[in-house]
């Protein structure tokens, strides 16, 4: 079910019932880090935890972004003209400002349950880029969703650009900046209706029914694209410690060489051995 160049791999009881004496019975769910030698066993909560807040934090600033193009059309006829709807609009700002500063918090909770070592420290290194959301693996999952991807808005590509500087409500925004929630604007306008508080809520609980349920195959997916720094990055990052110009730029090439031949390379056994 999972293929051999994939470093994190479900245990082999999962979603199986612990027995306990207190009658109370919960599924086991762990996730298996393997890269060469070494194995490591995470419970699958810490990335489920890490993801959601991620994912909740992301919908609130696209919800920003639509309030901030309601609050310029409202500038646009005249707030005068319309000044209920634009005191509304005011007082809705005012509720996001706050739920993203609770949704950071709790994203920041969840990360600081993510134990030191090679997964934490590839974390933080892939989200040095701002842009580390436009990996192939995120955008493909996008494109499935019927997100701007999906289409040839390039919503997703600029989204960091106008994100980061965007003050039409007062504030910057430099966390929660990535693919389509149904709060995104344009996917918004192409299915032609605003979700509510209570669809909101439930696309949420289905995340969290997708992460942590019987089949493992999302949980895994999305850690190793959430978590996992790719083969060239790997490279990129090993290069840093070396002195020679050309010494790092042989080692680069060498590097991306052997990426192409596992890209090519039918025999899972072998390409394993890279990855």
């Not at 086991?28 to 959601?52: H, S």
């Not at 991620?54 to 919908?59: A, D, S």
């Amino acid at each position: 079910m999972f293929e051999e160049t994939q470093r994190f791999k479900p245990n082999d009881r999962w979603g199986h019932l612990l027995e306990d004496k207190g009658g109370k019975n919960p599924p086991i769910r762990f996730l298996r880090y393997d890269e060469g030698p070494w194995r490591v066993i995470f419970e699958a909560e810490i990335f489920a935890d890490i993801i959601m807040a991620e994912y909740c934090l992301r919908e609130i600033v696209q919800r920003e972004q639509m309030l901030t193009s309601k609050i310029r059309t409202s500038q646009m006829i005249g707030a005068h003209k319309n000044w209920e709807r634009t005191a509304e609009y005011q007082r809705q700002a005012k509720v996001l400002l706050r739920l993203y500063r609770e949704a950071e918090y709790k994203l920041y909770l969840a990360e600081v349950k993510l134990p030191p070592g090679a997964i934490y420290d590839s974390y933080h290194s892939l989200r040095k880029d701002a842009e580390w959301y436009l990996r192939p693996e995120l955008v493909n999952l996008c494109a499935s969703r019927g997100g701007c991807c999906s289409r040839n808005c390039g919503c997703c590509k600029t989204r960091y650009d106008r994100t980061a500087g965007h003050t039409d409500i007062g504030h910057t925004r430099h966390k929660g900046i990535g693919h389509c929630t149904p709060s995104c604007e344009c996917c918004t306008t192409e299915r032609g209706i605003e979700y509510d508080t209570y669809d909101i809520n439930y696309f949420v609980e289905d995340l969290k029914k997708q992460l942590l349920g019987d089949n493992p195959a999302y949980i895994v997916h999305m850690a190793e694209a959430f978590f996992l720094l790719s083969l060239m990055d790997k490279a990129k990052e090993a290069v840093k410690g070396l002195d020679c110009c050309s010494e790092a730029s042989s080692f680069l090439s060498l590097v991306e060489r052997a990426k192409q031949l596992v890209d090519d390379w039918d025999c899972c056994s072998v390409a394993s051995s890279y990855c």
